[in-house]
Each structure stands twice: as structure tokens, then as C-alpha cells.
């Protein structure tokens, strides 16, 4: 059998069901804690692995599709889990003023994220390449958002009172 580039792997769609299939599994399933302290447990749990496995591996690597890659599935599912229930204290953490924001500039991130971390760590050791790419990406993203996606937002709902 042969090898594929770890690229081609990483942006299969089978490559990546596992997560969708785990994320559709955690909406559909509505789990209901009794118990804070586990929730929060769980909750600290999956985030203190995310933020170890953004700072110690790579992508494309065997390494990343095999382990890194699932354990991010199963811990993103675990917080999605515990920051659901709003007497959790991940529900709090990401409540906060600044976490939110970073929320509406999701999709600005997303997107200039990608092409931003592509000329990076062709240069960068990942450290490096993850802390200016994560800058980078904000100052773009908030200028985006700004510039863009609210004006449009703005233009659309215009179009819409003057078509009624």
C-alpha cells in the first residue's frame, strides 16, 4: 500500500469524520451532570489538553493524524460538554469579555489564520510560527470584521427594509 502525503490525509473528509460523528453525538446526546465538580473536571481535563497538544506537536505528521488529532476530537467534545452547563466554571471562563470577542472574529480568524501559519513554519520554528500567526491573524481578523463583515451586515439589512 502506499504512503499518501500527510497533506493529502489531513484534509480527506474520512479523515476527519471522527469529529464530526463525536460532535453530532454530543449535540444529539444532551448530557445532564448532577455533579459540578466532575463537570468542571471534565472540563479542565480537556482543556488543559487541547492547549498541550497546540503547543507540543506538529501538523501532517503520522503522529498528528493518529493521536494528536483524535485526542483533540475527544477533549473538544468533553468541552463543548462541560462549557454547556452554565454552572460549570469553563462556562464562566468562556463567557468572559474577551473570550466572546475572539468568538465573533471566529470566522475572520479562520480564515486568515490558514494562509498566515502557511508562510510561517516554512520560516518559523512552531513556537514562533504560532505566536505570529496568532497575532497576525487577530490584527487581520479585527480589521476584517470591522471593515467587512460589519458594513456588509449593514448593507444587507438595508436591502432588506428597503425591499419591504
Keep these: 500500500m502506499q504512503e499518501l502525503p500527510g497533506e493529502w490525509v489531513y484534509f480527506r473528509p474520512d479523515a476527519r469524520l471522527t469529529g464530526l460523528l463525536l460532535g ?29 497538544l497546540i503547543v507540543a ?11 494528536t488529532q ?4 475527544v477533549s473538544a467534545a468533553a468541552l463543548i460538554v462541560a462549557a454547556s452547563d452554565s454552572r460549570s466554571e469553563i462556562h464562566r471562563l468562556l463567557s468572559h ?9 471566529s ?10 501559519a502557511n508562510v510561517m513554519r516554512e520560516s518559523y520554528d ?8 496568532a497575532v497576525l491573524s487577530m490584527a487581520l481578523a479585527t480589521l476584517t470584521h470591522n471593515l467587512v463583515e460589519i458594513p456588509m451586515r449593514a448593507f444587507r439589512l438595508r436591502q432588506r427594509v428597503v425591499a419591504t
Design 70 to 73: 483524535p485526542v483533540v476530537e
Design 126 to 133: 512552531w513556537p514562533s510560527a504560532l505566536f505570529v500567526t
Design 107 to 116: 470566522y475572520s480568524l479562520y480564515l486568515w489564520h490558514y494562509p498566515i
Design 57 to 67: 506537536s506538529r501538523i501532517y505528521t503520522p503522529m498528528s493524524l493518529l493521536i
Design 24 to 52: 453530532a453525538i454530543v449535540a444529539l446526546a444532551k448530557l445532564e451532570f448532577r455533579d459540578v465538580s466532575l463537570l468542571n473536571s471534565i472540563g479542565k481535563a480537556a482543556a488543559v489538553a487541547i492547549l498541550l
Design 97 to 105: 469579555p474577551i473570550l466572546v470577542r475572539i468568538g465573533v472574529l
